[in-house]
């Protein structure tokens, strides 16, 4: 007997520099800082029929910068941080590998998502990625999805390698909470 499981379409966040202020290898929950209002655009997405899902690169564990342990101890405090805030978030993936770790999991391949989408009952393919990198845009658009780049964190810096890859973004916002009219405008169209 099949699964008849109803898949959800989600928004997937990155982390530091979309959610949180970036502080260059976040270490210690102590650094964390929400941006302001942060809450407004994802409780929009909720009440939009979106789960919520923060995928992250943490190459900071590979390099030795900090342990697993010291992650996850900053990831809980985040998503305390956000339940205060009425915020509920579904589902946080994390990568550990460096950059030549050759690894499915590092954004922009798709390990975390196919593992949200297994675990989370996502539906990919009406899915979006809002990060403040290339590679996180193209991680939407590599799922199946479609990724919007937000000019928090490195945002600005990354502005500029827009123009040399050929898949662009849906959009690119000032701030997240611009992302909901964007998707809610995309979505309706689909």
């Given amino acids: 007997m099949k699964n008849k499981t109803k898949l959800c379409p989600a928004i997937f966040l990155d982390r530091d520099g979309t959610i949180n202020h970036d502080k260059n290898y976040l270490s210690d929950e102590k650094q964390l800082k ?24 943490q190459s ?6 900090f342990t697993v342990t010291k992650l996850k101890r900053i990831n809980s405090k985040l998503i305390e ?25 590092r954004k922009p391949k798709i390990g975390m998502a196919l593992k949200a989408a297994k675990e989370l009952n996502i539906d990919l393919k009406k899915s979006y990625m809002i990060g403040d990198s290339v590679r996180d845009y193209i991680f939407g658009y590599n799922f199946g999805g479609k990724g919007i780049l937000v000019l928090t964190g490195h945002g600005k810096k990354q502005f500029a390698k827009v123009k040399d890859e050929k898949q662009k973004p849906l959009a690119i916002v000032r701030s997240l909470s611009q992302t909901v009219e964007v998707i809610k405008n995309d979505y309706e169209k689909n």
């Fill in 34 to 57: 929400l941006y302001k209002h942060i809450e407004k655009p994802l409780l929009k997405f909720r009440e939009m029929g979106f789960k919520i899902v923060i995928v992250t690169n």
């Fill in 60 to 65: 900071g564990i590979a390099r030795k910068y």
């Fill in 81 to 105: 941080m956000l339940k205060k805030l009425k915020v509920k978030v579904d589902g946080m993936y994390y990568c550990p590998h460096g950059p030549n770790d050759n690894c499915d999991c």
